[in-house]
């Protein structure tokens, strides 16, 4: 029974500190965004033709690059309408699988019988018993690094496997939605926003649009991401909480 709570104990304060850190990203979006198209109006209807110097770093110190003020406006304005969403929503997925990993970890150091369900025939490499003394560390990094494998997979695999070491079972409309999430979150990085083929087909009947088009990144959508996140995040603590009680 100690066992149990030290693990529902363990899981429910690493939720509460993601849940803070989303609650956190839309009020600071929700805040910045509105001074962000202030400041870009204002640049962009400036009249000046001059190039003014900002310094950027290089290897040894810094270099000046010069922009208009129009130029710099128009960074503002992009930022207003697009990329403070995109940045928020790659940060925010790599939480929430970092606390999924986490979650694993808890689990598997109270009960290194569920490493089973992540070990492949080779078990846990010897390397790791040699680099740690301590239990808990090496099986931390073994999740570790079985979860990072995972993630080069497909997300609905690496939620099942999750799942699976948490003795809990999700919501299939969760999964499918964060599968979605997921499948945004590498179109911002990989492809510059512009829908592929590989998109559509990880994101199934939950694609949000057609190859060749610019995948929708918006106040609405941001929303929803925070909302999905947060539900699945939910999810796992409250039916951890009911195993592990």
């Known amino acids: 029974m100690a066992r149990n709570s030290a693990v529902a104990e363990a899981i429910y304060r690493r939720h509460i500190r993601l849940y803070r850190y989303l609650n956190d990203a839309w009020i600071f979006t929700a805040l910045l965004r509105p001074e962000l198209k202030t400041r870009g109006d204002k640049l962009r209807s400036s009249k000046s033709k001059a190039k003014k110097p900002y310094p950027v770093p290089k290897r040894k110190g810094t270099v000046t ?3 208009r003020d129009e130029d710099i ?17 790659v940060s925010m997925v790599s939480r929430v699988e970092a606390f999924i990993q986490e979650c694993m970890a808890i689990a598997a150091s109270a009960f290194p019988a569920k490493l089973s369900v992540l070990a492949d025939k080779s078990g846990i490499p010897l390397d790791l018993f040699l680099e740690h003394e301590d239990r808990e560390d090496v099986i931390s990094r073994f999740v570790a690094l079985k979860s990072e494998g995972l993630m080069f997979g497909k997300p ?30 590498d179109i911002i990085i990989h492809n510059s926003g512009l829908i592929n083929k590989l998109y559509v087909e990880k994101a199934g009947d939950k694609s949000r649009g057609d190859a060749g088009e610019e995948l929708v990144i918006d106040d609405a959508y941001f929303r929803h991401v925070i909302v999905t996140l947060k539900a699945l995040a939910g999810a796992i603590q409250s039916k951890t909480e009911a195993v592990y009680k």
């Open 156 to 185: 609905s695999e690496y939620l099942d496997k999750a799942a699976k070491v948490l003795s809990i079972e999700l919501e299939p409309e969760t999964v499918r939605a964060f599968v979605e999430i997921k499948a945004s979150r």
């Open 65 to 67: 690059s010069r922009r």
């Open 73 to 89: 406006g128009l960074i503002f304005y992009a930022q207003h309408e697009r990329g403070v969403f995109e940045t928020n929503i």
